[in-house]
């Protein structure tokens, strides 16, 4: 019906509904796993090889299901110069697949997979684009947003899902119903102590709590800073996804640029364990502990130089929690094309030359190497658990590297 309107050029409604199947977790989770030949046992005084069970396996397990809901929009306006894509969807995952930690005493090295639960994700996609042309000047750009809400409906009859141990004291995500996958479950962070005094009016902490060490909140109101004092206070995944992708054509010049980013998550600086502490680790600090607190630099936001950490400063805590939020220039090509040359020639019918850079620029105000933190699967005290519940966990990852590029497109 919008057949004689000329401002547009495609209106469509639709809506989906599917329902898929999931079991990417490796072959025969069913299975145990025994190993031998490298299990020393001693008997009578004897060494003897034997075998251990290193992998239990679950005879019950299924396929997790994903049912999920859409309903969008796509319009196109002007001849298509401008397009408009929305889209609203829910997604809900039934008895997930997950390794759920098991009592060391059962001899396992690896807890079996279970289907553990129900998560549900939803949110918003956008996509928007303009393109045009003004004599021997062409450019378009096109842009992208999404949203996700993660939250977990429940865990069958499990029990919370502790993850993230490793490096840090403890572990750094809980997952349970109400809250999202991997949501950081840590001590809150007051600020540093100053004076004796305000130690002795505060909560108690340590016996060794001294000037300079961190201060961290009752949250229950016991008079004790203690494991009930940890709370969800933090969310791995961003609250915002976007991207931007522009390209410019001026006779036989191109230029194109990719820009991503999110925004709204939150990254633990597990790496600060190593970066801003000096107990006996062997390895260097960040120079910005040379802004650690002293009684004569009362306003830093580092604790005290410290080679015991009796204080345990080090807890899992939102003093190493950051915006992850960050925009990167994914890459940029700037070309130009030499066809013409190749007009009296029959060795060629086009030629073209350019350079590229990749991972440019990326804007952002996190401390670490990168904010684009990669799932670690070294989860759940050495168990390899499952890495949706290390999300956002930085573990000094290797940054994405900066790379130049120099090319030639040639057609024959």
Same mark, same amino acid.
């Given at each position: 019906?919008?057949?004689?309107?000329?401002?547009?050029?495609?209106?469509?409604?639709?809506?989906?509904?599917?329902?898929?199947?999931?079991?990417?977790?490796?072959?025969?989770?069913?299975?145990?796993?025994?190993?031998?030949?490298?299990?020393?046992?001693?008997?009578?005084?004897?060494?003897?090889?034997?075998?251990? #069970?290193?992998?239990?396996?679950?005879?019950?397990?299924?396929?997790?299901?994903? +049912?999920?809901?859409?309903?969008?929009?796509?319009?196109?306006?002007?001849?298509?110069?401008?397009?408009?894509?929305?889209?609203?969807?829910?997604?809900?995952?039934?008895?997930?697949?997950?390794?759920?930690?098991?009592?060391?005493?059962?001899?396992?090295?690896?807890?079996?997979?279970?289907?553990?639960?129900?998560?549900?994700?939803? @949110?918003?996609?956008?996509?928007?684009?303009?393109?045009?042309?003004?004599?021997?000047?062409? *450019?378009?750009?096109? @842009?992208?947003?999404?949203?996700?809400?993660?939250?977990?409906?429940?865990?069958?009859?499990?029990?919370?899902?502790?993850?993230?141990?490793?490096?840090?004291?403890?572990?750094? +995500?809980?997952?349970?119903?109400?809250?999202?996958?991997? %949501?950081? *479950?840590?001590?809150?962070?007051? @600020?540093?102590?100053?004076?004796?005094?305000?130690?002795?009016?505060?909560?108690?902490?340590?016996?060794?709590?001294?000037?300079?060490?961190?201060?961290?909140?009752?949250?229950?109101?016991?008079?004790?800073?203690?494991?009930?004092?940890?709370?969800?206070?933090?969310?791995?995944?961003?609250?915002?996804?976007?991207?931007?992708?522009?390209?410019?054509?001026?006779?036989?010049? $191109?230029?194109?640029?990719?820009?991503? @980013?999110?925004?709204?998550?939150?990254?633990?600086?597990?790496?600060?364990?190593?970066?801003?502490? +000096?107990?006996?680790?062997?390895?260097?600090?960040?120079?910005?502990?040379?802004?650690?607190?002293?009684?004569?630099? +009362?306003?830093?936001?580092?604790?005290?130089?410290?080679?015991?950490?009796?204080?345990?400063?080090?807890?899992?805590?939102?003093?190493?929690?950051?915006?992850? %939020?960050?925009?990167?220039?994914?890459?940029?090509?700037?070309?130009? $094309?030499?066809?013409?040359?190749?007009?009296?020639?029959?060795?060629?019918?086009?030629?073209?030359?350019?350079?590229?850079?990749?991972?440019?620029?990326?804007?952002?105000?996190?401390?670490?190497?990168?904010?684009?933190?990669?799932?670690?699967?070294?989860?759940?005290?050495? *168990?390899?658990?499952?890495? $949706?519940?290390?999300?956002?966990?930085?573990?000094?990852?290797?940054?994405?590297?900066?790379?130049?590029?120099?090319?030639?497109? #040639?057609?024959?």
């Amino acid at each position: 019906f919008f057949a004689g309107v000329g401002l547009f050029s495609d209106l469509k409604i639709r809506a989906s509904w599917g329902v898929l199947g999931n079991q990417e977790i490796g072959n025969y989770p069913f299975s145990s796993l025994v190993e031998t030949g490298r299990r020393v046992y001693a008997f009578g005084g004897q060494i003897a090889t034997g075998a251990a #069970l290193i992998e239990t396996g679950n005879p019950k397990i299924k396929w997790e299901t994903t +049912t999920q809901r859409d309903i969008g929009l796509e319009l196109s306006l002007l001849k298509g110069r401008f397009t408009l894509l929305a889209d609203y969807y829910e997604k809900k995952s039934s008895d997930i697949l997950v390794r759920v930690p098991i009592p060391q005493a059962g001899g396992s090295l690896n807890p079996p997979f279970v289907n553990a639960g129900e998560v549900e994700n939803k @949110g918003f996609e956008l996509a928007l684009g303009y393109q045009q042309r003004i004599r021997d000047f062409h *450019f378009s750009i096109n @842009g992208n947003i999404s949203t996700v809400q993660n939250v977990v409906l429940s865990l069958a009859d499990s029990e919370p899902i502790l993850g993230g141990f490793g490096l840090s004291d403890g572990p750094l +995500t809980k997952t349970e119903p109400g809250y999202p996958i991997g %949501s950081f *479950f840590l001590y809150k962070m007051e @600020g540093l102590f100053q004076t004796q005094e305000e130690i002795d009016a505060s909560p108690f902490q340590s016996d060794d709590t001294r000037p300079g060490d961190v201060k961290f909140a009752d949250l229950n109101d016991d008079g004790v800073i203690d494991d009930e004092d940890r709370a969800h206070l933090g969310n791995p995944f961003p609250e915002l996804i976007y991207g931007i992708n522009t390209a410019f054509e001026f006779k036989n010049f $191109d230029l194109s640029l990719l820009f991503q @980013g999110v925004k709204g998550n939150d990254v633990y600086f597990l790496y600060g364990n190593f970066a801003y502490e +000096t107990q006996s680790r062997g390895f260097n600090a960040y120079r910005d502990i040379l802004d650690s607190w002293s009684p004569g630099n +009362t306003d830093a936001t580092i604790p005290k130089v410290s080679v015991d950490d009796r204080n345990g400063n080090r807890r899992p805590s939102t003093r190493f929690l950051e915006d992850g %939020s960050y925009m990167r220039l994914r890459n940029v090509t700037l070309g130009y $094309d030499f066809s013409n040359l190749l007009k009296n020639t029959k060795v060629a019918s086009r030629l073209r030359v350019y350079l590229s850079v990749q991972n440019a620029l990326t804007f952002t105000s996190y401390p670490g190497l990168d904010p684009e933190i990669q799932a670690n699967t070294n989860d759940t005290q050495g *168990f390899n658990v499952s890495s $949706d519940l290390a999300v956002g966990i930085d573990w000094g990852t290797v940054p994405a590297p900066r790379t130049f590029i120099a090319g030639v497109n #040639l057609d024959f």
